[in-house]
């Protein structure tokens, strides 16, 4: 073989992966799944997301019935295999190489808007304070593509900072079929908001091929996520994947071009927030150099502790530090 004809064969792929009754995971991570695509360590895939909610009930909160996406009535109609949780997820995508103990690295090149509307809503019995608001309620909000805003009242316009809520591998096999809403040590349901195009989410992997999905599209969201729904839409994206074998993770972490992320997730916030300190100690020792005493005082004096979401189950904190005050001579 010539070095052309090998540096071809080797040049990373950019896949198609539309949305469709056959390529959905419907509120599930399961080591058990089939995957609906295969690729390499290095490629690309651009991927659509659909909005979780159902045609009646986008059309009974007044979207009209030709701007409910075609996908999501044939995705109703046809699938049966669904739950325990309600998102729909595009995936699995088996990496090719992926084993156990390494760290899969997701690429979020692009994020774009896939319909010009999302909902927000909330119910009687979940979000932070059901105790208040003891009904259920929906809200269409329009999305203009081209100021890149959401216009959910007369006077209040939202800036859209479009990310997926869900990006997940398989979880542990004695795990079984997990809901999709909890997060986990599998990742899923994150809800951060940090996770726009340009940032890297690091998975730890837990079966082989780690089975990624994606979906819960969101145009824009608060921290905390607090009546359990953020802008609700649907998504395309291109993500790029990378089998890290270097790498070890219990938890998943994040970098945007600007920031180092790392993550927390129990039942307990506290717990939570605990976790989320714990893993940017033991980052910034590892990584940069530092003396876990330091670490934790870097901690202290530069970081932030944020809480994800309240509202998923298990609730997620996370913790944010500026690449911007490191040397370029500290250890990447």
């Known amino acids: 073989m010539t070095t052309a004809a090998h540096a071809q064969q080797n040049k990373p792929t950019t896949h198609q992966l539309k949305v469709t009754p056959s390529t959905v995971a419907w509120g599930y991570y399961d080591a058990a799944a089939k995957p609906v695509l295969r690729i390499k360590s290095g490629d690309a895939v651009d991927v659509e997301t659909m909005i979780t909610n159902s045609p009646t009930r986008l059309e009974g909160a007044g979207v009209k019935p030709e701007?409910?996406?075609?996908?999501?009535?044939?995705?109703y109609k046809d699938v049966t295999n669904k739950g325990p949780g309600g998102h729909i997820l595009t995936g699995p995508i088996y990496i090719e190489g992926a084993e156990p103990g390494d760290v899969l690295e997701v690429r979020i090149k692009k994020i774009d808007l896939a319909i010009p509307y999302a909902y927000n809503a909330f119910?009687?019995?979940?979000?932070?304070?059901p105790e208040d608001f003891g009904?259920?309620?929906?809200?269409?909000?329009?999305?203009?593509k081209k100021k890149m805003v959401a216009?959910?009242?007369?006077?209040?316009?939202?800036?859209?900072?479009?990310?997926f809520g869900s990006m997940g591998v398989a979880p542990p096999p004695a795990s079984g079929r997990i809901n999709s809403a909890p997060p986990g040590i599998h990742a899923g349901n994150l809800d951060n908001k940090e996770l726009g195009a340009g940032t890297t989410l690091y998975i730890p992997v837990h079966v082989p091929g780690a089975l990624f999905e994606v979906g819960d599209g969101h145009a824009g969201q608060g921290n905390g996520e607090v009546d359990i729904t953020a802008l609700?839409?649907?998504?395309?994206g291109t993500l790029e994947f990378i089998v890290r074998k270097d790498?070890?993770?219990?938890?998943?972490?994040?970098?945007?071009?600007?920031?180092?992320?790392?993550?927390?997730?129990?039942?307990d916030l506290t717990k939570a927030a605990k976790i989320a300190v714990r893993e940017m100690v033991d980052f910034l020792s590892k990584e940069k150099g530092l003396t876990r005493d330091e670490a934790y005082m870097l901690a202290?004096?530069?970081?932030?502790?944020?809480?994800?979401?309240?509202?998923?189950?298990?609730?997620g904190a996370h913790m944010i530090i500026p690449k911007s005050i490191f040397k370029k001579t500290a250890k990447k």
């Open 151 to 163: 216009h959910f009242a007369p006077g209040i316009d939202i800036p859209l900072k479009p990310f």
């Open 247 to 267: 790498m070890h993770l219990t938890w998943p972490r994040a970098e945007t071009p600007t920031t180092y992320i790392t993550m927390g997730i129990d039942e």
């Open 67 to 75: 701007d409910v996406e075609q996908s999501l009535r044939d995705i």
């Open 300 to 315: 202290s004096v530069a970081a932030d502790l944020d809480a994800t979401q309240v509202v998923d189950g298990t609730r």
């Open 135 to 144: 009904y259920a309620k929906m809200k269409i909000i329009p999305l203009d």
């Open 232 to 236: 609700e839409t649907s998504l395309r």
């Open 123 to 129: 119910g009687p019995t979940s979000g932070f304070i």
